[in-house]
């Protein structure tokens, strides 16, 4: 493998235009040589802008990297470029499996289906899904993602546990920060306590002054206001809570206990991106919240 | 904000309800004003006030329904700037008890106090002791019942 | 706000996608129900109350944080969820939802009841 990567290089070398950088970039990518990968799909990124194979190739990458936000968006943006694009197909049916939501998960696997219906990871996924269990087809970088036929919410669970065991393992904490190295960790991420005292993350408002101690003393006591509507009303667990302004989108998780996580972006951001972040954000929080115990 | 009872059943039903429909003052009492429990009252000559008004308020009303030859009504609300005055009554092994809550609508809602009286009614209902209806205060014991009561309500 | 007959047919627009168990309209102030429309089971008052105290807590923590009016919010639980409207005149337009309800068109039908009811 490293003869090819010898070979492979020394033809992008010779040839800085060709497509050769696909290969170059999945062969790293697989070799778990990230960073160079990284380097390779932004420079074919780069000669290629409008190829929808350059930004799946980016977008596998940084999902091995777990920025699943800005995977999210290559892919989102192959399927721009190639709205029948298999590879994006299944990358964000990999990435909707991850936030939980099984329907769009399963519905990206059937459009891949369609257009590539001997390709063998979507058939596993489906088949394996159709049998009940939890279909997770390839590796979690590959965006081989796979769902299982029936999304009820354990299904669901059991699909997101499978699709984390097999994604790569979360980077060790950089610093005692919790959302040190997150986007958005000093302007549109905020973690509470049950009494609405912060533990971490900052909030800026549009003009961008600082909202932190306002939104943090407003939010105090939410956790156990959603918690009580949800067993008053026989819906069990809360899980979230999504909310849409008219200048911005926000997303509020409870990542653990009485904790409370807030993500707040502007409207451009989707609400499906948007759940994805809180989920990076909520696992960053679980860490730090376990080691500070 | 304390929370005290005369009798001590109707003090964990109370705390319950306080916690949940976000009251600022509370006041259990009979239908004739003899308090049994309060919450958030500083002083007694507050307590004396809002019973003694409380409880005319249902003996109006009671008399309003009985000449319309209807049941009782069950509870009644009135809606401030600032605040909202609920009136409810629940009848329990002690008889019947009226409640008398004070919300501030900033943080409370009529929905929310009613939501949490049905819960309260069926709490004290069950807590209540069923040996029967309480004694009639006496004119001759009233004021030293009504003082052992104010002592007790303020932690005297 | 619209005269109350207006209500039936704005509920509807909600109740008949799938996997919505029930609508109201709530006052958003008193957290009372205003009209409804719901399965068998689902206790009115409690989603009323409950609903327009949350969605209380929310506005004041989402005006703060700068992004401007609620338009839309959702309550996701592992069996289910409320999806509410707020309208301007203080009206809640609320859905009671199984958990694998299509909640882009819940927001839309909520979206247009809100319209409806004014």
Redesign the interface.
Known sequence: MADEVKTLSSQLAQDPDSLVFLRLGELLRLKRQLDAAHRVALTGLARHPHLADAHDLYARILADKRDYERAFDEWDMALRIAPNHVGALKGLAFLYFKVGD??QALAHLEAAQLHAPDDPGVIQALALAQGGGVGVGGAAGAGAGGGPAN???SIARAAAAAAEELAPAAPPLEEARVFAGLEGAQEGLLLLDAKGQVLGGA?K???G?D?TD??A???A??SH??A???K???????????????????HLTPPAGDALL?V?RERSVPMGRLAIIAQRAAAAARRWLELDR | MTTRAVEAWTLEPLVKFVK?AGARLVLVMTSAGQVMAQHGFSRAVDVMSAAALGAAIIASTDEIARQLSQPPFAALNHQGERHGIFLGSVITGRGKLVVLAVYDLETSSLGLVQLFFEQLTGDLQAASPKEGVSKQVLAADFERELSDSLNTLFGR | MTAPAAYGPALDLVTRVRGVRGAMLVSGEDGIVVAEQLMEG??GG??AA??A??AA??R???D???????????????????LVVPTPSGVLIVA?AE??V?VGLVRLELLRAAEAVG
């Open positions: 099984v329907g999304p009820s919410p909030l408002d549009p003009q002054r909202v306002a939104v003393a407003y939010l006591g939410v206001e959603a009580r509507t949800a008053l009303l026989g819906l069990g667990q809360w899980t979230g809570v999504a909310a849409e302004g008219k200048l911005g989108h926000v807030l707040v | 949940e | 689902i206790k409690a989603v409950l609903a105290s949350l807590r929310l004041r923590a989402i703060a944080a700068g992004v401007g009016p609620t338009l839309f919010w959702h309550l996701q639980c592992d069996k289910g969820g409320l009671v958990p694998d299509n």
